[in-house]
């Protein structure tokens, strides 16, 4: 209304009747046109004694004429305003001016046009009420009136806006797909590519495929010789994770090396940069993207220690992973032999750390811990089974496994604060057994053999399998088992540690990269779900991913059991 009034002026007089004060009037009908008038004149664009067209009618009229005016007046239909446009289009106006006279911005003025502009049966469904507004704008994302009515034949008014818009741009391909993010969209239109935008959902597309094609294809080319120059044996490319069979290869471990006292001193600042945003609990935006940066520069100064001699680069080669971003992950070192049944372990470990920081990982084996330590309360048989075990190999090799932290002190570190322990369920539910055994224990002076000597064999077992479970460590502590030795005692315990752990946004996602958010999402529930994360913040992206995630029993390669065969448990049998 204030646009309307500030381009033509009053067009409409008001309508007034006398008012009971003497040589004032009250409005009828008009309200709005009138106040837009005081606005005006409050910030200078309308004089201080500015005179309103109007039309006076009688007290006893005005009731019957406000009501007339608010059940009568027929408000206009949308397409209207769209013709609208399109006529001052024509005639020479600009969009910019189009939007100065009615008061909108440009972009609302584009997208009028185009739907303007739509193929004259489709346009007319919609006025009909046959077809919505968002139906309508999904015809519209291409200008191409023959291929809308095309479409439209088709379909007739049964689709959804979402089938409308797929079948138009079945032969394109979206923005956002990796071949696109690795050309760069201003490659594809210096090469004559032409890009379709759709005004209603901000997204452009690309509909010379092959073009696409061979630009990704003479990019890879590119990359691969710069590994091969390098002086790797080979180059393979995949555009999923999910693509490579790793089962048919097997990385071969660099050698390392120092870093120089330069690189060792950005690492340093970097890690004191990024250590207090890490941590925090309130982080921005611009916080997140500064996270992701300084972690992105940690990885290359400490892939810098990392070393292959041109000997082991002669015989092996490199895998690269395109992401959704168009980014290349890489693994050096990779050799095509199949990984032998000792190896698998190591591969798996080593797999399983990728993405997520030092301290993000020992979060992710402290949570594995608690929860196996819920389940090894539960499991009597497997408990004595560990125990014996342990006892055995202490006796007849002198040396323990380090599965069970020391008789004396149980204590195992588990990678994250005693506040986040509360809403911990493993924990809460060990808490809870506890609590019940203090009630036999927690006297003064409590006669520990005695007791144990009155209980049950029933009793005695479980007490000895909560006992146990509490000094179980699966963390990546230095003093902790090796990952081989954890997951075969996984497999003993049992348990779907998923009952006990989800990822969320707070204890999982924030504290990975957006990178590596979208692979873990893909790797739960599928690409498709992964691509409705593309373009967010990472504060959005993180919070939509446990969304995303919810109840589908995904757990991180470094919380899974591994390949080995676990031992069987024996049938326990009374001594005779």
Not at 142 to 153: A, G, I, L, Y
Not at 341 to 356: F, I, L, T
Not at 449 to 458: G, L, P, R
């Amino acid at each position: 209304m204030l646009a309307s009034i500030a381009a033509k002026g009053q067009l409409t007089p008001i309508i007034v009747y006398p008012s009971e004060e003497k040589g004032m009037f009250e409005i009828a009908d008009g309200q709005r046109r009138f106040l837009a008038c005081r606005a005006w004149q409050d910030v200078g664009r309308l004089p201080k004694r500015f005179a309103m067209r109007c039309e006076v009618i009688s007290a006893e009229e005005a009731a019957e004429v406000s009501l007339a005016t608010n059940v009568v007046r027929v408000a206009m239909h949308p397409s209207d305003e769209f013709e609208a446009f399109n006529v001052l289009s024509k005639e020479g106006q600009s969009n910019q001016e189009i939007a100065t006279r009615f008061g909108v911005s440009e972009k609302k003025v584009e997208q009028r046009l185009r739907l303007a502009n739509a193929a004259p049966g489709i346009f007319q469904a919609y006025r009909d009420g046959d077809l919505s507004l968002s139906e309508l704008q999904a015809y519209c994302v291409t200008d191409d009136q023959e291929r809308q009515k095309s479409v439209f034949k088709a379909f007739g008014c049964d689709h959804s806006e979402y089938q409308i818009r797929s079948r138009l741009l079945e032969e394109t391909v979206r923005d956002s797909d990796p071949r696109v993010r690795l050309v760069t969209i201003d490659k594809y239109v210096e090469e004559g590519g032409a890009v379709t935008t759709d005004l209603f959902k901000e997204n452009l597309y690309l509909s010379d495929i092959a073009l696409l094609d061979k630009l990704a294809a003479e990019k890879l080319e590119e990359i691969k010789k710069t590994y091969l120059n390098d002086g790797w044996s080979w180059v393979e490319l995949f555009w999923r994770r999910s693509e490579v069979n790793w089962s048919e290869l097997r990385r071969v471990s660099p050698e390392t090396v120092e870093l120089s006292a330069k690189d060792q001193a950005q690492l340093d600042m970097l890690n004191k940069k990024l250590e207090p945003l890490a941590e925090s609990d309130e982080v921005t935006d611009e916080e997140w993207e500064l996270v992701d940066n300084l972690r992105d520069q940690i990885e290359e100064i400490e892939e810098r220690k990392l070393f292959y001699s041109a000997e082991n680069k002669a015989q092996l080669g490199v895998v690269l992973v395109i992401d959704g971003d168009g980014d290349i992950d890489a693994e050096f070192g990779i050799s095509k032999e199949k990984v032998s049944s000792d190896q698998e372990g190591s591969k798996a470990q080593d797999n399983s750390k990728k993405g997520y920081s030092a301290k993000h990982q020992d979060r992710l084996a402290g949570e594995r811990t608690l929860a196996m330590q819920a389940f090894l309360e539960q499991n009597e048989e497997a408990a004595e089974v560990l125990l014996l075990s342990e006892l055995a190999q202490s006796h007849f090799e002198g040396t323990i496994s380090r599965v069970f932290a020391g008789i004396r002190n149980g204590h195992v570190p588990l990678g994250f604060d005693g506040e986040e322990l509360k809403t911990n369920k493993a924990y809460m539910a060990l808490q809870d057994v506890e609590i019940s055994w203090m009630k036999l224990f927690g006297e003064e002076d409590a006669d520990y053999t005695q007791i144990v000597s009155d209980m049950e064999t029933k009793e005695r077992k479980s007490l000895l399998a909560f006992l146990l479970a509490y000094r179980l460590n699966a963390t990546n502590h230095h003093e902790a088992p090796e990952k081989d030795t954890i997951d075969r005692v996984a497999t003993v315990i049992g348990g779907d540690l998923s009952l006990f752990w989800q990822p969320s946004a707070e204890g999982h996602f924030r504290h990975i990269s957006k990178t590596q958010i979208g692979e873990d999402v893909e790797d739960a529930v599928g690409p498709e779900e992964a691509q409705k994360l593309q373009g967010m913040p990472k504060k959005d992206m993180a919070v939509a991913a446990e969304r995303l995630t919810h109840d589908s029993g995904w757990l991180p390669e470094t919380m899974r059991g591994g390949q080995i065969e676990a031992p069987s448990v024996p049938q326990l049998q009374a001594a005779e």
